[in-house]
């Protein structure tokens, strides 16, 4: 069992910054991969980045188009942490963002992984 638990979401202007923090509980964080999805009213929930078990340099981290770039998933596994830091947000960034996690994923872009946090607000102002 992972409980996951973020922060760090709020309101800020286009152009600004935010970075998110999601807490695992456990002692096995290291053997997930770590996802960051979010979800805009009346959209479904969309991929935003994963990042591999031991997120050992750049590798093993994956981006949608619209985030590559601005944002940059990390990982601490000494802190069962994982991290979004946001850049250069724009409006159409607004949602809950969520943190997830799971063993193995076939697709680290769908939103199946198996544990999920409560999710965080993020709203960018124009």
């Known amino acids: 069992q992972v409980q996951l638990v973020e922060s760090g979401g709020g309101l800020v202007q286009a152009g600004g910054s935010l970075r998110l923090s999601c807490a695992a509980s456990g002692r096995t964080f290291s053997s997930y991969v770590m996802g960051w999805f979010r979800q805009a009213p009346g959209k479904e929930r969309a991929f935003v980045a994963a990042?591999?078990?031991?997120?050992?340099?750049?590798?093993?981290?994956y981006y949608a188009n619209s985030v590559s770039g601005r944002f940059t998933i990390s990982r601490d596994n000494a802190k069962n942490t994982v991290y979004l830091q946001m850049n250069n947000l724009k409006p159409e960034d607004t949602a809950v963002y969520y943190c997830a996690a799971e063993n193995s994923p076939r697709d680290i872009t769908a939103a199946l992984y198996e544990y999920w946090g409560q999710g965080t607000q993020v709203t960018v102002s124009s």
């Open positions: 990042i591999s078990k031991s997120g050992a340099g750049g590798a093993g981290r």
